[in-house]
């Protein structure tokens, strides 16, 4: 007669519970600033850049560059709105608008002055920065909400200044420009090139997120993220730093927008009003604001996800806010911590500590 | 054995010959980019059921005949969702990828374009019906290295258009009214087209002896109320609700509730569904239809393009009119094709459209392109009988020979 150990029974189910539990714990732990090793940050970077680069090549076809060209700038905007939300902790429903202001400035200096792609950029960035800085300056008196709230306000603002604007605006019809000026023996024209000239400043914004991330800098404004009553008693300007990072998201802002006029080469108010800039925000919160690769994450999900599933723009939105559901409840720190925990799950890692790591733990 | 092989061989040269006649009808592939989805469907869905009805006339007649070869039309039709950038991506899709002839489409101006900075320089045709592109079709865009030799626009001029609309409203209001009315007020939204389309309108209303206020709603009202209320307190003679047809079914009985104006003008507001959604006033009230009515159509061959358009699944809306700015460019396009014999000759197919004309279904008038691309054609307004859904009365109204004082055309 076989004897059955039921204790045993129990307490395997118990073990088997704790370890389900905790691999659940491991997958949906917010691991921003647990540090990977540096071989594994190389490897992902290069793989990531080989595939970007080699994405023209693969035979995907026109609808797939063109679609992957807007997931890049707006990728791009999505740094920098990645670096004042995860880093700095000030979230922005208004970042379109930002967008905005730099394509609006590249178009009528353009029209007005005739100054082409090259010459316009560094104005329009400039000036994307200083807007980001001016409707910053309310964050030193209110915050949280209260910045959202002003952000919306902004974009709304803006639309309908643009919208009313008259021939210097173009109103609601809005403005046309050329191509982008050509380089010696590169044709912005053939998509391609258009694709590597988006991808190129999309790597700059990389590079420069990951520069912030692990400067000294970045440190400052992860403290003041944390707790900014604390970050301002152990001397650390906190005002000052809190404008610095919305007039650098300003200028990725500023960039994106250049490169959208350029690409689409007509601009109108709808592109930069409330609903593309809610669009900014999900996507940030989908990818991971706090991971280097999370605002790409997010760019490619909400751009493809339409594509490959043929989602019309109601499943889309239905899509979504499961999507942001599901994120927020299982997934805090977005997609990319998906990503992260899987891999310290798969390789032992600690994924649970969330906190006090490396300050060169974005993944 | 020797049989063998003869019976071979003439086995092999039937197969050929087969192969042959099955090879003689090619595909001609036209693209069709539109919204299918998204806040434009209503306009988007007509060009789709225009152009599928356009190609299977057109396939089923025989095909066009290009040379020495007989040429089906084939289809890729493309959702743009409404969104700029799906619609750039599905462009270039058609032109590179696919490798379409010409293209229909957009419903919306920015979109159309964005469109023809892909379309232009591929030398592919695009046909959009956008009145609003008029701001854009000038000499320079129109010339042979121009960014829009290869776009046409299947809308009249703004001008003519509002020209003819004014005349209609004011000619079969005034009998109806106390007095003649001298105010009107033009109540639009304020989105690009709205923008665009209102600059005419009140022009073409002031020549019309009008006083004219200009009042705008953002896009994606509800609630029209307060804007009415305001309205109302500048006692016009007539409301004009401009565009847009969808808009207006939910301004227009909150305008009636309010009892804002002793009459009313619908634009794009078809009498089919004016009648289907019993809507009914104490007040005379006229419609416009873009470009004609298809529930009270003057014209027979109007009567029957609808039957067969509703025939293919097509849905009865608003906007389902505007298919009428799509369909008969497929008959001209094909027409012009034949008369140059060539496929890969774009620029002949150009020059050959602007010097021909085309007696299509739209318009009793044969239409004509001019040195800017834009063809003319009349607008048909009705008038419902205060206090019915369905007693109409219409006229078709040719637009003017000129721009009226202050506008400068387009």
Redesign the interface.
């Known amino acids: 007669m076989p004897v059955t150990d039921n204790s045993a029974g129990k307490t395997g189910a118990a073990t088997g519970r704790t370890r389900a539990s905790h691999r659940l714990a491991l997958l949906t732990a917010d691991n921003a600033s647990v540090p990977l090793p540096a071989s594994v940050q190389a490897i992902t970077a290069i793989l990531l850049a080989v595939l970007l680069i080699a994405l023209p090549w693969l035979g995907l076809?026109?609808?797939?560059?063109?679609?992957a060209i807007?997931t890049l700038y707006t990728a791009i905007g999505l740094y920098g709105l990645g670096l004042q939300f995860g880093q700095a902790g000030i979230m922005s429903v208004g970042h379109a608008a930002l967008m905005g202001v730099g394509a609006y400035a590249s178009a009528i200096l353009s029209v007005q002055l005739g100054l082409g792609f090259w010459t316009s950029l560094p104005f329009a960035m400039a000036l994307s920065a200083i807007v980001g800085g001016v409707i910053g300056l309310p964050t030193l008196r209110v915050g949280g909400q209260h910045y959202i709230i002003i952000t919306f306000c902004f974009c709304a603002l803006f639309v309908i200044v643009l919208?009313?604007g008259g021939t210097f605006t173009g109103?609601?019809?809005?403005l046309?420009v050329g191509s982008v000026t050509p380089l010696p023996g590169i044709n912005f024209?053939k998509?391609s090139n258009n694709y590597y000239l988006v991808l190129a400043a999309l790597f700059l914004a990389l590079a420069a997120t990951y520069l912030i991330g692990i400067s000294r800098y970045g440190r400052t404004l992860r403290a003041i993220r944390e707790n900014e009553q604390l970050a301002r008693s152990v001397g650390i300007n906190v005002d000052l730093h809190k404008l610095g990072v919305l007039m650098v998201s300003g200028l990725f802002a500023g960039l994106a927008g250049v490169l959208q006029l350029y690409?689409?080469?007509?601009i109108?108010p709808?592109?930069f009003g409330a609903f593309p800039s809610l669009y900014l925000a999900l996507m940030v919160m989908l990818g991971g604001a706090r991971y280097l690769y999370g605002p790409l994450i997010g760019a490619v999900i909400v751009?493809f996800l339409?594509e490959v599933l043929n989602l019309?723009?109601?499943d889309?939105r239905i899509a979504y806010g499961i999507c942001l559901l599901l994120v927020i409840l299982l997934l805090p720190g977005g997609v990319g911590a998906g990503i992260k925990n899987v891999y310290c799950a798969l390789t032992g890692g600690s994924g649970t500590q969330t906190q006090g790591g490396g300050s060169n733990g974005r993944a | 054995m020797r049989q063998l092989g003869l019976g071979l061989a003439v086995a092999a040269a039937g197969f050929a010959m087969a192969l042959q006649t099955a090879r003689a009808d090619e595909e001609l592939p036209i693209g069709v980019i539109a919204a299918q989805s998204g806040s434009f469907v209503s306009a988007g869905n007509t060009i789709v059921g225009a152009a599928n009805l356009a190609a299977q006339q057109i396939n089923d007649a025989g095909g066009i005949k290009v040379g020495d070869k007989t040429y089906k039309i084939k289809l890729y039709i493309r959702d743009n969702r409404t969104d700029v950038n799906v619609t750039i991506a599905a462009a270039r899709e058609l032109v590179n990828d696919i490798g379409v002839k010409a293209i229909w489409g957009t419903e919306t101006h920015d979109f159309s374009v964005s469109m023809a900075k892909i379309t232009g320089p591929a030398k592919v045709l695009q046909f959009s019906g956008n009145s609003s592109l008029g701001a854009v079709l000038d000499d320079k865009a129109v010339a042979d290295d121009g960014w829009l030799h290869y776009a046409f626009q299947s809308e009249p001029q703004e001008w003519q258009r509002s020209g003819s609309t004014a005349k209609g409203v004011l000619s079969l209001l005034t009998p109806q009214l106390k007095s003649p009315p001298k105010h009107s007020v033009v109540f639009v939204g304020n989105d690009a087209t709205g923008q665009y389309l209102s600059s005419h309108y009140v022009k073409a209303l002031e020549a019309e002896g009008q006083k004219v206020d200009l009042v705008q709603y953002p896009p994606d009202t509800t609630d029209f109320s307060p804007l009415l209320t305001r309205i109302k307190g500048m006692k016009p003679d007539i409301v004009h609700f401009w565009y847009n047809g969808d808009s207006t079914l939910t301004a227009f009985p909150q305008a009636l509730k309010l009892g804002v104006a002793p009459s009313y003008f619908l634009f794009g507001v078809d009498p089919g569904i004016y009648q289907e959604r019993s809507l009914k006033a104490d007040v005379p009230v006229t419609l416009s239809c873009v470009p004609v009515c298809w529930g009270s159509s003057p014209y027979p061959e109007v009567k029957q393009y609808f039957e067969k358009y509703f025939g293919l699944g097509a849905a009865k809306g608003p906007q389902s009119s505007v298919s009428l700015l799509y369909y008969d460019y497929f008959f001209w396009y094909a027409k012009a094709l034949e008369k140059v014999g060539k496929l890969d000759d774009p620029d002949a197919v150009v020059a050959e459209l602007l010097k021909s004309d085309y007696k299509g279904v739209v318009s009793p008038v044969p239409l004509v392109f001019n040195k800017h691309h834009q063809v003319t054609f009349a607008t048909e307004v009705c008038m419902v009988e205060p206090n019915t859904s369905d007693q109409f009365k219409c006229a078709v109204e040719q637009p003017p020979a000129a721009p009226p004082p202050g506008d400068n055309g387009g």
């Open positions: 076809g026109y609808r797939f560059l063109s679609i807007t919208t009313n109103s609601a019809t809005g046309d024209d998509l690409y689409l080469r007509h109108s709808t592109l751009n339409p019309d723009p109601v889309s």
